[in-house]
């Protein structure tokens, strides 16, 4: 049945009349500024998201779900300007010198980084990858740890050159994280829902205190010795300081409506 916008059918009545719900649903882009300043919107229309912040906290990269059936990456500075288009895909975060954004194509499977500045867009080679989840750069903005799944097999990481060059996995399959500021080891559950610390040097991983099973990892602190997590599904969202080294939790941020 044709209707505006996302319409629900709870029940029928014999003679045909229905009881429905209408629902408008909205996903937006917010920055919380400093010194307390209210919090500042930067959406652009009703459905932006997958927000990253560029290293100089100037200017804001997301999806916008109205660029055809692979979204829109799009950057805007935080003064509230115009949106400057990059291409199409689901936006993931800019490299740490600020020179790209990488952004994940949905069909057909692609990572592509685009330029924030001159310079033209490069599609990664694939591979034997089947699908994309998600992907994070490593210091030197020159290469991504992504996690991904290759046919009929589990997810798993894997590192790539922005330069050239195929995928290489660095995890188990199974196993996929996020990677550390210095970009020397991942951290990830193993399939016992362990948290681990998995040296990129082909060490034995580290087990470390402190998480939930239901919860996940936001951010890294930038002096790699903490991470900020928060718990899924919770509302107003919530995120924890949690120490690698002993596993205390502090407090850092609340967000909600």
């Not at 919107?41 to 100037?58: K, N, R, T």
């Not at 916008?64 to 993931?92: F, W």
């Not at 949905?106 to 001159?118: D, F, I, S």
């Not at 998995?198 to 239901?214: I, N």
């Amino acid at each position: 049945v044709a209707a505006p916008g996302e319409l629900l059918v709870v029940d029928v009545a014999a003679d045909g009349r229905w009881l429905a719900i209408a629902e408008e649903g909205f996903y937006g882009v917010a920055v919380r500024r400093p010194n307390g300043q209210p919090d500042l919107d930067l959406s652009w229309l009703d459905l932006s998201w997958s927000v990253s912040l560029s290293p100089d906290g100037e200017t804001v990269a997301f999806s916008n779900g109205h660029g055809g059936a692979n979204y829109t990456v799009v950057t805007r500075r935080l003064d509230g300007s115009s949106i400057s288009t990059l291409g199409e895909g689901e936006s993931v975060g800019f490299s740490p010198d600020g020179a790209w954004v990488v952004a994940k194509i949905p069909t057909p499977a692609q990572l592509v980084v685009y330029p924030t500045g001159a310079g033209a867009p490069r599609a990664l080679e694939r591979g034997s990858i089947e699908r994309y989840e998600t992907a994070e750069w490593f210091p030197d903005s020159r290469s991504l740890l992504f996690t991904a799944s290759e046919p009929s097999r589990p997810l798993r990481s894997f590192r790539q050159s922005i330069d050239g060059g195929p995928p290489k996995p660095v995890t188990p399959e199974g196993i996929f994280g996020t990677l550390s500021p210095r970009g020397d080891r991942i951290l990830a559950q193993d399939g016992d829902a362990n948290w681990k610390l998995y040296p990129l040097d082909g060490g034995d991983p580290q087990t470390v205190v402190g998480f939930g099973r239901l919860e996940e990892i936001a951010a890294w602190s930038p002096d790699g010795e903490s991470v900020y997590t928060r718990r899924l599904g919770e509302v107003p969202m919530r995120l924890d300081r949690v120490d690698l080294a002993t596993g205390r939790r502090t407090p850092s941020l609340t967000v909600g409506p």
